[in-house]
Each structure stands twice: as structure tokens, then as C-alpha cells.
């Protein structure tokens, strides 16, 4: 056989099985700063623990440190406001009616859910929130415990317009039973389906002088289910972050090292000062000590009595010193040249685990001018959307469905003639969209001129950017044409400085625009 022959075989059979070492890799290394590096993967009681342990020290830091304050009171005021309101978006053509049929039944729609939301006694089955303001208490809970927990309760009352009403409860009362914890379908008081999706809550009741809860006991924790059909009865949600994960996390916890240690650098620096401000003065005697009695002549004891040490310095105060004492200038030459560079930047470390600019953070633009207040509010901004879209999905939905559905049982929205019943086209009848507060300016003028020339150009239409400052196009198209009517009933025309006046008797004409020699020939040209 030729050496031809012998490669052709060669090239023909299969490779021998093995394979080349890979080249290592320093993440998966020990070597050098990589040594002591151990990660610890949580068990289910070990997470349970930390969950609890992280979720009592948010609350601490939400409480009492100004910065964690500042952080989880600034988020939650942009991402709810005044509430997110929901606005009917039902098609005509799906439902096979009319548009204006379609129209007074939107109108219907939105009237009867937000004769429910807005009145306490009927959204809260403790009748102290509305449904805008639950909205509020959700997002804070979720910023701060990472996540919210909500039962859907029965009124009970005949006479109630709704027997539907929210039960706001701590997510710190979802345990599992003493008795169930071993259970591979119990985590963390979920009781978990097949698939893993929750199917129902195990809820402790607080002890009521204590406020303990004792799940070791099992009548100490009640089951509800997850829904009954397609109504919730718990509604439990949090930004998931992990693919298995059952439970929330604190926004804070990837920065709460750093909240906790600032405050306490803060805490001294604060006192120093303070106690440098007190400027108190040190008399030391060096008069001899009478023989035979540890007395000086003026009866002072040699030594300092047990319990007689200095602990509080008044403003101002004279400090005499007993003999053998010797006394020091109270000087604290701090906070040193870079406390203000320091602090903004455990701040920026702290926002940005958060998602949120330094400038959100310490409510800080002094150093900021108009692209880079911009470019923070812009970045913070999409955070606040995420948080929107998501409490849309997870919490406004669900109830919009719920409310809106006992709306249509009693009766309180008359059907268009023709229409089909409720059940036989639940999810048109739903359909919804939700409007979110509306976003701020950093400078007015410049952002609506842009919106003109994205309009302008056919960058963007109506619809993007009135949306864009949280309005519905069709809404403000309809009150805009109400407007102009009403004006040219009133005979009241508008000049460029805003002032109102008659048509009889207007002294002055809104101003016009020369046109120039260039869109001259640009409107010859389209003639």
C-alpha cells in the first residue's frame, strides 16, 4: 500500500476520542487575588434567613438614613405620582359596533372603574387608601422589600356598589407552616405548582401584643389560593431576577453596605464637629497634694472618683481637671478636602446598584448643566418605565379586569345594541391601556421646538408625542376640537403673548412669520 493510499484510509476513519486541553481560565482560578474567593450558593432556609434579615434592614434604612430616604421617596414619586390611570382602548371592529357606540362605551368602561378607585371605602377594605394611593404603597413596598402583597377580599356589605375591595398586607407575613417546611413545593410560604407557578399563600397572623409571627404553629397561618377560576384572590408580584426565584429582593441590597457605612461616616463627622463647636477650655491645677490625707489643699481629691469621667461637653463649658490629669486642646480638623468628593461618590456607587443617577439619588444638579441633567433624568427615566410596565402587568391589570368585570355583572354598563355578551368577548371588553404621571422637563422650550421638528419631518406622529407627555391622542384631539368650537362661539381669538380678546374689538393680530426667499421657491416648486 503507497503513502497515497495510507492518508486517503487515515483521512476516512474517525478521529480518536479525547480532546484537547482548554486553556484555563482565571475566573474559575485560585491563584493570586482569586484565592480566598469561595461564593456561597443559598439553600432554602439559609435564603429564607438572609431574605428576612435584608428585608428588616431596608426598612431600617428606608426609616431612619436620609440617602436611602431620598433614594426609595424619589423613585416611588416618579414611577406613580398621582396614579396610573387606565384608559378603555375596546375596538369598535372586534365587538362589530359603531364608533361612536364604541366610544360612549369606553367612556362607560373608564367612569364605573374609577367610581371604584377613587373612593377609599370601596378600593381599600380598610378604607383609608384609594386605588391611586395603593398603587403608591405597592411600588414602596416593592422598592423596599422587593415585592407587595395584596388580598382581594369580599366586602360583605349588600349594599356596597362593589363588593370588591383590597386587603394591603405586609410581605413579611408570608411564611411557611412549622410542619411544611420540608415540603419541596412550600418555599418560603409559596405553595408552588408543577411548572413552579405559584397556586397559593400561606399568610401568618401576627400576634396582637407582640406582632410576632409564630408559624411554627399551623392554625397561626392561613392558606389562601393563588385564584379562584380566572379571579385572583392573592396578588403577590416582584421584579424577577433570578430563574428560579419565589420571593423579592430590597433595591437596596446590592448597595446596602454602603448606605449603612455612610451614614455612620456622616454620624461621626457630625459629632466631631459638633463637639469642636462646643470649643470647651481645660483649667489643669499643679498645686502639691497635702502629706498623709491624698487631699489638696483646696480638699480635692488626688484621684477621680468612679463615675465622675467627663462624658457630655456643653458649649462653652470649663473643664477642671483633678490632679495628674493633664488636659488637651479639643481640636477635629475635619471633614477633610475630599469629604465632598467622597460622599458623591459612595452616592454614585450606591444610585447606580439602584439604577438611579447620582442626581436622583441627592437631589443634587448643582453641578450639572443641560445635556448631563438630561442624560441622568433620561437614564433614570427608563428605570421608572420598567417599574411602570411592570406594576401595569403585575397589579393594575388584575384589578382593571376584576372591577370592570363585576361592573359589567350588575349592570352598571349598558351593552351597544348588537354587541356580544361580556363573556363571549371578556378580553375586548378589557382592553386597556395605562397612562403613567407625566414626565418632567428639564428645559421646556428646547424639548416641545424638538417635538415640533420630529412633527415637522415625520419623525414622530401626534400620537407618540402626546403619549410621550402622557396623554392619549384621541382624548386630546377631541378636547382640542371642543376648545376651538367654544372659542369661535365666544368670537375670542389668541395672540402670540397669550392674551384673550374679541374679534370686534382685538387691537392686535397674531403674529405671522415672513417667509423667506428659500421656502418661497420651496412653495412655488410644490404649486
Known sequence: MNARAVARRRAASPAAPGRVPGIALTAGGYHGTMSNWFPHRQTEFSASRERSRIQARADDLAG????????????????VGPGIRPQSTLSAERLG???????????????????????????????RLNFWQIQELNIRSTLVKGEYLN????RGDPLAPFSLALQVLSPLRLASPGDLTLSPLIRDGVHLGSRGEPVGYYIANPDPLTGRLDVGLSWNVAYYPARV???PVVLHAFPQTDEEQVRGVSVLAPAMKFFRDLSDYLDYELVGQIITAAFPVVIESDQAVAAGFGMDPRGKSRLRPAGREVREIAPGSVLHLYPGERGKTLDAPRPNSNFDAFVARILRAAGAAA???????????????????RAALLEAWRVFQRYQSWLESAFCRPVWEAV???????GYIEMPEGAPQFFDAREDYLSVRWVPPRRGHVDPVKEIEADIMALAAGIKNYAEVIESHSGDRDTSFVIRAGENRLIEKLGLSFNLTGRASTQNNATEKPAVAEASPETEEASDAEK
Open 64 to 79: 431612619n438614613d436620609p440617602n436611602a430616604a431620598s433614594l426609595i421617596g424619589g423613585m416611588t414619586v416618579n414611577i
Open 97 to 127: 359596533i359603531s364608533e361612536e357606540e364604541a366610544a360612549r362605551l369606553r367612556d362607560a368602561i373608564e367612569r364605573e372603574f374609577a367610581r371604584w378607585a377613587s373612593r377609599p371605602d370601596r378600593a381599600d377594605a380598610g378604607d
Open 151 to 154: 388580598l382581594c377580599v369580599d
Open 229 to 231: 377560576a380566572w379571579r
Open 355 to 373: 439604577g438611579m443617577p447620582y442626581e436622583v439619588v441627592a437631589k443634587d444638579f448643582s453641578k450639572t448643566n443641560y445635556s448631563s441633567a
Open 404 to 410: 370592570v368585570e363585576e361592573a359589567f355583572a350588575r
